[in-house]
């Protein structure tokens, strides 16, 4: 898919890719809400909206946003592009479904403070400051039978992200796993990186993987519905 990239917006990669296919194999219907967080491109959110998903997707940076705007308006897609930190722009909407892919490279920045491309990347020191973040507020923002799907790379914990969403009461998997080579950020960090005891000596992969958590409809919930039919 060709898409329009501006300078300091990351460009759609492996991860990416991973994402999207895991997209598919959810069983999503026509017209389903759909938000994207940190869209970039807008790639996996114009693939959602081909699908006919009612799709809105955020990102912090300006040029994101104009440059997912744009990707989708070219291809003719409805899309609602907001800037802005995760799910502020969209406080009190609740999605079937939401799909991440944060910053999960550790380093010693503060992704506050992150500019630029590295936005995209920045996630503290153990790689999680973003990730859980939105293990904590995913559940507040799912409908009752709403599903997230969040990639990252294992070097962040996947058993950590599985104990997060499980601790908010959603019911979470891996649902796909695919070995990468080093890109540039983390070629640079390798050295750094294997001194806290996050790599073994000569690593130069990382598994990327997709958790999939659903929300677990509660007894509460459950009575709702009753009463409304």
């Not at 440059?67 to 930190?85: E, P, Y």
């Not at 920045?122 to 939105?134: C, K, M, N």
């Not at 990639?151 to 796909?176: D, I, K």
Request: net charge positive.
């Amino acid at each position: 898919m060709m898409l329009l990239r501006p300078p300091g917006v990351y460009r759609p990669q492996a991860d990416t890719r991973l994402l999207a296919e895991a997209l598919r194999g959810v069983d999503v219907s026509a017209g389903a809400r759909l938000l994207e967080l940190g869209t970039g491109t807008g790639a996996v959110a114009v693939s959602a909206a081909r699908g006919g998903c009612d799709v809105v997707a955020v990102d912090k940076s300006t040029r994101a946003v104009l440059a997912a705007q744009f990707n989708a308006r070219v291809r003719g897609l409805n899309v609602r592009v907001l800037r802005g930190d995760l799910f502020t722009p969209v406080a009190g909407e609740v999605f079937d479904v939401i799909v991440a892919n944060p910053p999960y490279v550790p380093g010693d920045t503060d992704p506050a403070a992150a500019r630029g491309r590295a936005r995209a990347w920045e996630a503290g020191p153990g790689g999680r400051a973003i990730l859980d973040r939105i293990c904590r507020a995913a559940p507040d923002h799912l409908t009752p039978s709403g599903t997230l799907l969040v990639v990252h790379s294992a070097l962040n914990g996947v058993a950590a992200t599985l104990v997060a969403l499980r601790g908010a009461g959603m019911r979470a998997q891996v649902v796909a796993r695919r070995r990468e080579p080093f890109g540039p950020v983390m070629r640079g960090r390798a050295g750094t990186l294997r001194a806290r005891g996050l790599l073994r000596p000569g690593q130069k992969h990382e598994d990327l993987v997709v958790i999939r958590a659903d929300r677990v409809v509660t007894e509460v919930e459950h009575g709702h519905g009753r009463q409304a039919a």
